[in-house]
């Protein structure tokens, strides 16, 4: 009986219990969640920085258009259902040659000659996002509200909504009308030029 005491004590010693290799998979799956969400919240954050550098670079065109013809491109005729007739959207891009800014209706009106190519929300998809909650389209709108042409706005979405753009952004359109499509949670961005 001694020596079948002393076989498994030698046996325990040469390898690892159920329980300690249970402990080490439990840990490396920790560990490797824990990377997996550092990695996505890194990506996101990569996805909203070029967001604003590509509005930032859409509203310098903007603003060379304007210079140019005395107007911003019009929204009008750009035949997106969604919100609706009035708006530009970035899904239209898809049916367009990578255009989706126009003015009245005539397309192409900034590339190459202010802008070397029209954003796209690096997570579109086929479908309008509205109100862009997230991301994945962007929206552009120059009519009415007593001066179309002469003011401009473009909303867009983060995935991240805690940003300081959120709390400083706004339009006013030339008829005191006030434009701000976020709430301070939601990551709704809304830019543009207010009355001239």
């Given at each position: 009986?001694?020596?079948?005491?002393?076989?498994?004590?030698?046996?325990r010693t040469?390898?690892?219990?159920?329980?300690?290799?249970?402990?080490?998979v439990?840990?490396?799956?920790?560990l490797?969640?824990?990377?997996?969400?550092?990695?996505?919240?890194?990506?996101?954050?990569?996805?909203?920085?070029?967001?604003?550098?590509?509005?930032?670079?859409?509203?310098g065109?903007?603003?060379?258009y304007?210079?140019q013809?005395?107007?911003?491109?019009?929204s009008?005729?750009?035949?997106?259902?969604?919100?609706?007739?009035?708006?530009?959207?970035?899904?239209?891009s898809?049916?367009?040659?990578?255009?989706?800014?126009?003015?009245?209706?005539?397309?192409?009106?900034?590339?190459?000659?202010?802008?070397?190519?029209?954003?796209?929300?690096?997570s579109?998809t086929?479908?309008?996002?509205?109100?862009?909650?997230?991301?994945?389209?962007?929206f552009?709108?120059?009519?009415?509200?007593?001066?179309?042409?002469?003011?401009?706005?473009?909303?867009?979405?983060?995935?991240?909504?805690?940003?300081?753009?959120?709390?400083?952004?706004?339009?006013?359109?030339?008829?005191?009308?006030?434009?701000?499509?976020?709430?301070?949670?939601?990551?709704?961005?809304?830019?543009?030029r207010?009355?001239?």
């Amino acid at each position: 009986m001694t020596q079948i005491i002393i076989f498994n004590q030698s046996m325990r010693t040469k390898g690892f219990t159920l329980v300690e290799l249970m402990v080490v998979v439990a840990i490396v799956s920790l560990l490797s969640s824990i990377v997996s969400v550092s990695l996505s919240t890194a990506r996101s954050k990569g996805r909203d920085a070029q967001r604003i550098t590509e509005i930032r670079q859409l509203q310098g065109a903007l603003e060379l258009y304007y210079l140019q013809y005395g107007h911003y491109p019009l929204s009008l005729n750009c035949n997106a259902n969604t919100p609706n007739n009035l708006w530009c959207n970035s899904v239209e891009s898809l049916h367009y040659s990578g255009v989706w800014v126009r003015d009245s209706g005539v397309k192409g009106i900034l590339v190459p000659q202010f802008i070397t190519h029209e954003p796209i929300d690096p997570s579109q998809t086929t479908s309008v996002n509205w109100p862009p909650v997230g991301g994945r389209t962007y929206f552009y709108f120059s009519d009415g509200y007593g001066g179309s042409g002469q003011w401009y706005m473009i909303v867009y979405g983060l995935e991240n909504p805690n940003n300081a753009l959120e709390s400083s952004d706004g339009v006013i359109a030339p008829n005191g009308t006030y434009f701000h499509y976020g709430n301070g949670i939601n990551g709704i961005i809304t830019v543009g030029r207010s009355t001239r």
